[in-house]
C-alpha cells in the first residue's frame, strides 16, 4: 500500500465534537484522484490506522478533506486525531479507495446520513450538483449542534434537504412514515449507525424498486454470532496448500506464514485486504461487497470472510 505524506492545512470545528481537516501535498504535488463515496487511511501518530471518507468535491486534485466525530467512547483513533493533529502537522495517509461509489446508470439519488455519516454523502452531494442530477438528502442526528455542514446542506432548501433532529422532534425518525417518499427507481445511498442503516435495508426490501447501498463505519452493534470451521487455502501463484484453523482469519494464517499484505480495518469494512478468488465459494462475512458480487464470489475480504467450501483457490 502506497502511503502519501500530507500536512494539515486546515483545522475548523464543524459541529460539537466534530473537526475538518484539509490535507495537502507538503510540496503541492497533485494528490491521487478519488470518486464521490471515497475514503482513505490516516496513520495516526499513535500507530492505530483508521478510514475516513473525503468531503470534498472529488474534482479537487490539490486536496483531501476528511471530518472526525470524536467518539463518545474512543478506540483511540478519533480521540488522536482531536488532540494531536493539528495546522502544520504532517501524517501519511493512504491513496484513497471506493467502496460505497454511485452506480452507473441513475442520475436521480435519495441521500440518507445519520450523524457523522454525512461524510461520504456530502462528496456523493457535491458530485451531482457538478452533473445538475437531482437528489434529496434526509439528514438525521441527535441534535442540530452535534450535526455537521447544516449552513451548507440547509442553503440547498427543504425541498432537497429534510433535518430530523431527535431532540426537536422528541422521538428517533420513523422510516415506516408516510412523509418519508423515494420516487420509483431512484436508488438509496446510506451512511450512518447501524439502526439507521438497518431501517433503510427494511424500507428498500419493502420497495424493491429503491435499491440501497451502504456504507459501513463500524461493525452492526449486534452481529449475528456465526460459527467458524476451519478449511484449506490454496495460493494460485505458488501452488502452497495451508490450513485455516476456526479461530484464525485467512490473513492471520497467511501472515504467520510470511505473507505481507495489504490489511487496515481488519473486521471488513474498508476492502484493503480484498482478494480475487480463483476457485471455491467464499462465506462473506464482511460490510464491503454488494449482494451482487457476494453472489459472484470472484474477490472477497480475507480478514473476516471464510469458505463454504472445503478449499479457496486464492490469487496470493
Ligand atoms: S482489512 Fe479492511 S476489509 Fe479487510
Redesign the pocket.
Do not use: H, K, L
Given at each position: 500500500m502506497r502511503k502519501i505524506q500530507v500536512v494539515i492545512a486546515e483545522r475548523t470545528r464543524e459541529a460539537k465534537d466534530i473537526v475538518r481537516l484539509v490535507l495537502r501535498s507538503p510540496n503541492t504535488e497533485v494528490l491521487p484522484s478519488f470518486t464521490a463515496g471515497a475514503h482513505i487511511d490516516l496513520f495516526l501518530p499513535n500507530g492505530l490506522t483508521r478510514q475516513y471518507s473525503l468531503i470534498n468535491d472529488c474534482a479537487e486534485a490539490d486536496r483531501y478533506e476528511v471530518a472526525v466525530s470524536k467518539a463518545a467512547v474512543s478506540r483511540g483513533g478519533s480521540a488522536c486525531v482531536h488532540d494531536t493533529l493539528n495546522v502544520g502537522g504532517v501524517i501519511e495517509v493512504s491513496e484513497p479507495r471506493n467502496n460505497f461509489s454511485l452506480q452507473p446508470g441513475h442520475d436521480r439519488f435519495q441521500f440518507v446520513a445519520g450523524g457523522i455519516g454525512i461524510t461520504p454523502i456530502l462528496s456523493m452531494i457535491r458530485y451531482c450538483e457538478s452533473r445538475s442530477w437531482r437528489w434529496r438528502l434526509l439528514y438525521l442526528a441527535r441534535s442540530r449542534e452535534c450535526a455537521a455542514f447544516c449552513d451548507e446542506l440547509g442553503a440547498y432548501g427543504e425541498d432537497r434537504v429534510r433535518f430530523h433532529f431527535d431532540d426537536a422532534a422528541g422521538r428517533l425518525f420513523d422510516f415506516a412514515d408516510p412523509s418519508f417518499i423515494v420516487e420509483p427507481r431512484v436508488p438509496i445511498y446510506c451512511c450512518g449507525p447501524a439502526p439507521v442503516m438497518n431501517a433503510v435495508g427494511e424500507f428498500s426490501s419493502r420497495h424493491p424498486e429503491n435499491p440501497a447501498y451502504f456504507e459501513w463505519f463500524s461493525p452492526p452493534a449486534v452481529v449475528e454470532p456465526k460459527a467458524a470451521s476451519g478449511f484449506e487455502i490454496k495460493l494460485n501463484r505458488s501452488g502452497t496448500l495451508l490450513h485455516v484453523p476456526e479461530n484464525k482469519s485467512i490473513l492471520e494464517v497467511l501472515e504467520e506464514h510470511g505473507y505481507e499484505l495489504s490489511?487496515?480495518?481488519?473486521?471488513?469494512?474498508?476492502?484493503?485486504?480484498e482478494t480475487n478468488v480463483i476457485d471455491g465459494v467464499p462465506d462473506h462475512r464482511?460490510y464491503?461487497l454488494s449482494g451482487n458480487e457476494r453472489a459472484v464470489g470472484r474477490t472477497m475480504?480475507?480478514?473476516?470472510s471464510r469458505a463454504k467450501s472445503a478449499v479457496l483457490v486464492l490469487d496470493i
Open positions: 490489511c487496515s480495518c481488519r473486521e471488513g469494512m474498508c476492502g484493503t485486504c464482511d464491503v475480504m480475507i480478514c473476516v
